[in-house]
């Protein structure tokens, strides 16, 4: 069942690692699948997060390295660059998502409770 989901870019943030992870594992196809297309939508949306923090980096003196990692060295304010930042992580995104059924992941599938809860959108029972 395809469904329409809110979540905030800081909910997308903390998913990103488990998602790669479920991604990089060996799954049944349907399973597979259905990470493969959650894990390319939660990329497709922080893809623009992480375009806006680049220029708020840019314009508060900081520097983007091509590697896309971030130098902070502020000449300014560092208390008003993280409050410029911290909205961004509230912001409230609509993405389609296809639950993953618990059961399709099979036993060799292994996720910390933390990472499970930051996917907890991604699963039904």
Request: charged share 25%; no cysteine.
């Amino acid at each position: 069942m395809i469904e329409q989901i809110n979540l905030t870019v800081g909910e997308l943030k903390a998913s990103i690692g488990a998602l790669r992870k479920l991604a990089a594992t060996e799954l049944p196809v349907k399973a597979a699948y259905r990470i493969g297309m959650a894990l390319a939508r939660v990329e497709a949306e922080l893809k623009l997060h992480n375009e806006t923090t680049v220029k708020l980096v840019e314009q508060n003196n900081g520097i983007v390295l091509q590697d896309g990692t971030i130098e902070w060295e502020f000449d300014g304010d560092e208390e008003n660059f993280n409050e410029a930042v911290a909205p961004l992580d509230d912001e409230r995104v609509s993405i389609v998502n296809t639950p993953v059924e618990i059961g399709l992941l099979g036993d060799n599938v292994n996720l910390n409770p933390a990472l499970f809860m930051a996917t907890s959108w991604l699963f039904t029972d």
